[in-house]
């Protein structure tokens, strides 16, 4: 356990004093004099998937105009796997018309998040989910978040197991209480109904929070190396022989500070099928009790890991399991993206990955098209994707001719296919910059380069965020841009095409003239020397671009004091 003297976090209070997440939400909701809640349910209604936000490009005017900020909900899915029915994505559709700002945001984490919901609007969109038997449980907060797996499950035996595991490890760690229907669902406390504990989480949940992923090689759509724990299947004559754990990853950090860092985590060892869910139980337990509850800047697993020593946390959690992992087995990835279009499954059925730019959703009329067919399932991939899953062979003429109608299936470029921004503005409150809304112009820019010098189908990767906390997975990208100030960005360079390697500091503080020139040169220099097959992230680390990491799974170490900061 730990020893730490320290005094807790404001929010280890919150947490312990909160009636196990029910805290005065009920009663805010109620409050018509703003549209705000109290700080303390703001924390809280996190663990309910919901998120207190304001529409930052009205935040100035508005200030000036003494008028209270313009304030929004964003409310976060909680779809273990990314799978919708057809039923379940009309409702979330209706939703986003009726309550929210009309879009759907595909995330990073394989669900939908709803922006824009005024508070005297929030209980009847999250009911109208709970009609659709969709909850927003645990999405956000001190808690297991959304469990993540490899897309998707009808496509072969071993992928339904895999999505089958991450279900069950999502099922298992939810959280044990009734908070979340009484507050958004039911209206009312029933009386007694007031939980005495939580059984893995205690009164007080995690430290931080906790997320899972699962992936089966050869393809890390997951990134299962940015995790708090992954899973990745070892699949042997078409089924899965069981599972490599993977421990301590995680992206967040800020700037300036370099005791906060990016890390991809450590394969410590195999664990078979039946063991997983006990697994991950207990690496969840470990981490309650050893994760820093002082300092949340600290208190992500990465850092519990990085202090106590990796052979001193596996022998701790080899004890709780009553037994040890066996040796990892071999596993190879060969890319960490989304392939677009048609593929077939084991079973004959029809498979289409859509292409949706950065995950925002603004034309609903296609899929809406779609979804009333009434077949198959669509799929939300870590890639904010959109697969539409299981089609009959029968039906995918049909779904053909509504996609190439509604043209959702433009050709697009290998950097564009391969691109990822997080939401940042207007909606996020800790964007330095811009992401979502700026990102597809960067790569215009981009492309006229790339078609210049013959790569524009070539395969790359490129992730952008608007602050450090990494919400892109930046730090995983062949190129990374990272937000420092309105217009201002930090480039990351040699990240490995599959996952498995972070990329390294570049350029620091350029704006988007400086990061077309940059990534013009060395897009030329790549056409002209690269090997063949080699990705531009390696050859950025062979042609001494950047110089190759020496600190192994911690990002930063390697780095000059003067580029550190
Ligand atoms: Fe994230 C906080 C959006 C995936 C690391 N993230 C936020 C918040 C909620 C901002 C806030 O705290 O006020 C953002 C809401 C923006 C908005 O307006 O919607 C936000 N994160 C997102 C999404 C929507 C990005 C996207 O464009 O898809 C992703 C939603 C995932 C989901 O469905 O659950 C999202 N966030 C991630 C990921 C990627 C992942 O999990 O695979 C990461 C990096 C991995 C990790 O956790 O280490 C990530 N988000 C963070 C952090 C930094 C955590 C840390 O340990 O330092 C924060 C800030 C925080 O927690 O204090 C954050
Ligand atoms: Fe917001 Fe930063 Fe996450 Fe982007 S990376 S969504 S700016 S917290």
Known sequence: MSTDVRPPSANEAIKANSRFLRGTIADGLTRAETGSLS???????????????????????????????????????????????PAQWLAAEMIACERGNGTLRLTTRQTIQFHGIIKSNLRQAIRGLHDALLDTISACGDVNRNVIARVNPWQSRAHGEVAGLAQAIGAHLLPKSRAWHEIWIDGEQIAGSEEQDEP?????????????????????????????????????????????????????MTHGEPDTFPRTGDVIGFCSPEQAVDVAEKVVTVQRDFGDRSDRKHARLKYTIERMGLDAFRAELDQRLGYALTPARSFAFTDNGDR?????????????????????????????????????????????????????????????????????????????????????????????????????????????????????????????????????????????????????????????????????????????DAIVAALGTLLRDYAEGRHAGERFGDFAIRAGHIRPTTSGNRFHADLSPELRS
């Open 39 to 85: 700080d303390d349910d703001q924390q809280l209604t996190k663990f309910h998937g919901i998120y207190l936000q304001d529409d930052r490009d009205l935040r100035a005017e508005r200030g000036r105009k003494k008028m209270e900020k313009a304030f929004i909900f964003m409310a976060r899915l909680r779809v273990p796997g990314g799978v919708l029915t």
């Open 200 to 252: 893995i989480y205690g009164r007080t949940y995690m430290p931080r929070k906790f997320k899972i992923a699962v992936a089966l090689p050869p393809h890390n759509d997951v990134d299962v190396f940015a995790h708090d724990l992954g899973f990745i299947a070892i699949e042997e004559g078409g089924r899965i022989a069981g599972y490599d754990v993977v421990v301590g990853g995680g992206m967040g």
């Open 340 to 512: 677009l279009g048609w593929v077939q499954g084991d079973n004959g059925a029809w498979h289409c990955t859509l292409f949706v730019e950065n995950g925002r959703v603004r034309e609903l009329a296609g899929l809406h098209a779609i979804a009333e067919l009434g077949i198959g399932r669509f799929i939300i991939t870590p890639n904010q994707n959109l697969v539409l899953a299981d089609i009959p062979p029968d039906r995918k003429q049909e779904v053909t001719m509504l996609l190439e109608q509604h043209g959702l299936v433009a050709p697009v470029s290998g950097l564009r296919r391969n691109a990822l921004a997080c939401v940042a503005l207007p909606t996020c409150g800790l964007a330095l910059a811009e992401s979502e809304r700026y990102l597809p112009d960067l790569v215009t820019r981009l492309e006229d380069e790339l078609e210049r010098v013959g790569l524009a189908q070539d395969d790359i990767t490129i992730r952008m965020t608007g602050c450090p906390n990494g919400c892109a997975r930046p730090y995983l990208a062949e190129i990374g841009l990272v937000g420092r100030s309105p217009g201002i960005y930090n480039l990351y360079l040699g990240g490995a095409f599959d996952g498995s390697r972070m990329n390294k500091l570049y350029r620091r503080d350029v704006d988007g």
